[in-house]
């Protein structure tokens, strides 16, 4: 094994990390946040064809695919901007499930979460912003994370974590293909992650070795897939707080990109009625208008990621839910959706990914404009939902997924903080 290479470096980083019971507090929200949109996930068309494929399975590596994808269905799953991951439906599950059934309590559980966050977050600010072209770095660098949490609860030492991670690393993959036919392969990247890392540390404490150097070697991750990687980012800061605090919550059940101008839309409709509306103008960054411009959604799915439509819904509607993306609503703001024009500009070109914003200009039909600027969105670390709205946000999930007491099993979850057990999340596939 190298003696320092960026795997290693990483584990030893994370390792020396200190962990303070306001960060284990708030990565029992982030797991709450997590496994609340699991289980809503399954109120859907894709959770229910995952659910038939899962059957009875109480297999860890099925499980931790099983709720990383459920996780990421809905579209109201964390969201870290630096490295534009979703690192919470690829960690929490893997954690959750090996946790299960290792017998392990809440602070190793969250520990796990912290480390496995870090980890994903800190490969993906290294991939750099032509990776996120055609990988999904979700899938890509996610495995890095769940194999780190996996790692911490299997008491792994700094050889056999390296291991786990070089082996996490070689089953990336994610291609932003399925985005023109709205296809579920999103939610088989989230799944696929959570399990690769399952995988890789289970195989890693029976010794089975991985590549210590996966992401700087010559036929590694960043040669393959990272033409403009800054392998620096993997450990650059330190003694910095650790990614999970630095990870935003969506309040919104469509792509993070959109939510910068859903935001500002809401401003302006405080202020006009839609009828009174002739032209809508939207400024963003580049890669929001590489995601996200969707002139005529087909789909839900095509709906959470379009620009044009997410304005329009927030012109138009009280609130921006589930329902604002239904065939209903797509063709009740069709009118208003053409009239929506994007393009990319500054001060939001020069601050992505450290930054997501947008503008949103609205020109009144008497030709009087409004113009409302964001330069965060609500429910990133500068605009943080407050507890009491992340609650209300899993008591919401968890309705829409028919669980029958949400509070009992969110103050079971927040519990995890004060050392408490696992609470049960198996159910049944019927």
Do not use: N
């Given at each position: 094994m190298p003696d320092s290479s960026l795997t290693q470096q990483l584990t030893a980083l994370i390792?020396?990390?200190?962990?303070?019971?306001?960060?284990?507090?708030?990565?029992?929200?982030?797991?709450?946040?997590?496994?609340a949109n699991a289980l809503a996930g399954r109120a859907t068309e894709p959770g229910a064809i995952l659910l038939r494929?899962?059957?009875?399975?109480v297999d860890v590596e099925r499980q931790a695919f099983l709720f990383g994808a459920l996780t990421h269905i809905l579209e109201t799953d964390d969201l870290h901007r630096a490295s534009v991951v979703h690192p919470g439906c690829v960690v929490a599950p893997a954690a959750w499930w090996i946790a299960a059934r290792e017998g392990l309590r809440g602070h190793a559980v969250l520990k796990a979460v912290l480390?496995?966050?870090e980890a994903a977050t800190r490969v993906g600010m290294a991939v750099g912003p032509t990776h996120y072209r055609i990988w999904h770095n979700t899938a890509t660098c996610g495995p890095y994370g769940s194999a780190m949490a996996a790692a911490a609860l299997l008491q792994l030492d700094e050889a056999a974590t390296v291991h786990a991670l070089g082996n996490a690393g070689t089953q990336a993959s994610g291609l932003w293909q399925f985005l023109?036919?709205?296809?579920?392969?999103?939610h088989l990247h989230a799944g696929r992650a959570a399990a690769a890392g399952v995988l890789a540390a289970d195989l890693a404490r029976f010794g089975f070795t991985g590549p210590p150097e996966i992401l700087?070697?010559?036929?590694?991750?960043?040669a393959a897939s990272c033409p403009d990687a800054d392998p620096a980012a993997v450990t650059r800061d330190p003694d910095g707080p650790w990614q999970l605090l630095q990870t935003s919550i969506k309040p919104w059940p469509s792509c993070r990109h959109t939510h910068p101008t859903i935001d500002a839309a809401l401003e302006i409709r405080r202020q006009i009625p839609s009828d009174d509306i002739e032209r809508i103008e939207v400024e963003t960054y580049p890669t929001a208008l590489d995601v996200c411009d969707?002139?005529?959604?087909?789909s839900d799915y095509e709906a959470k990621f379009s620009l044009q439509h997410c304005a329009a819904a927030a012109l138009a509607r009280d609130s921006v839910d589930f329902a604002a993306f239904?065939?209903?609503?797509?063709?009740?703001?069709?009118?208003?959706?053409?009239?929506?024009?994007?393009?990319?500009?500054?001060?939001?070109?020069s601050a992505y990914p450290r930054a997501w914003g947008s503008a949103v200009t609205v020109t009144r039909r008497g030709g009087e404009r409004i113009t409302v600027r964001r330069d965060h969105a609500k429910g990133d670390p500068e605009a943080a939902l407050s507890p009491i709205e992340?609650?209300?946000?899993?008591?919401?999930?968890?309705?829409h997924g028919g669980v029958p007491e949400p509070d009992r099993l969110i103050d079971a979850i927040l519990a995890l903080s004060d050392d408490a057990t696992l609470p049960d999340l198996l159910f049944r596939s019927s």
């Open positions: 390792a020396a990390k200190p962990v303070r019971s306001t960060d284990l507090e708030h990565a029992a929200l982030m797991t709450l946040d997590a496994m494929w899962a059957g009875e399975t480390w496995g966050f023109d036919t709205g296809a579920m392969s999103k700087e070697g010559g036929k590694g991750w960043f969707r002139p005529l959604p087909q239904l065939s209903p609503a797509r063709e009740q703001l069709a009118a208003l959706r053409q009239s929506v024009s994007l393009r990319a500009g500054e001060p939001y070109r992340l609650i209300a946000k899993a008591r919401m999930l968890m309705s």
